[in-house]
């Protein structure tokens, strides 16, 4: 009756922690994943200008926000850290 009980009760653990780790996993977000913008709120959907660096350099996307500041952000794959840096009033940024 003993073994009958173990048995089932690692039968049940041996089930259980694939399934925690599945939904766990599917639950992650990357680093540089932002939310997208819904219908209700405006945003600015155009793309970014790209300076695209060597191997073993961060990439780097360079754009105005709606409040005429460039915006830079720099992410590196594989490393856990972004990067970002704002020159406010960017003359080449139109309001």
């Known amino acids: 009756m003993i073994n009958k009980r ?3 009760r690692y039968g049940i653990t ?3 922690i694939p399934l925690a780790i599945l939904l766990s996993a599917s639950s992650c977000q990357s680093a540089n994943d932002a939310p997208v ?3 209700n709120e405006s945003g600015d959907q155009t793309p970014a200008e790209i300076i695209a660096m060597p191997d073993g ?4 996307a ?3 926000d709606k409040f005429g500041n460039r915006v830079y ?4 794959k594989g490393v ?3 990067s970002i840096f704002v020159v406010p009033q960017d003359p ?3 309001k």
């Open 80 to 82: 856990d850290s972004l």
């Open 37 to 39: 913008v819904n219908g």
């Open 73 to 76: 952000t720099g992410y590196h």
């Open 92 to 94: 080449s940024c139109k």
């Open 57 to 60: 350099f961060s990439n780097v």
């Open 6 to 8: 173990r048995a089932i």
């Open 14 to 16: 041996a089930a259980a």
């Open 62 to 64: 360079t754009k105005c």
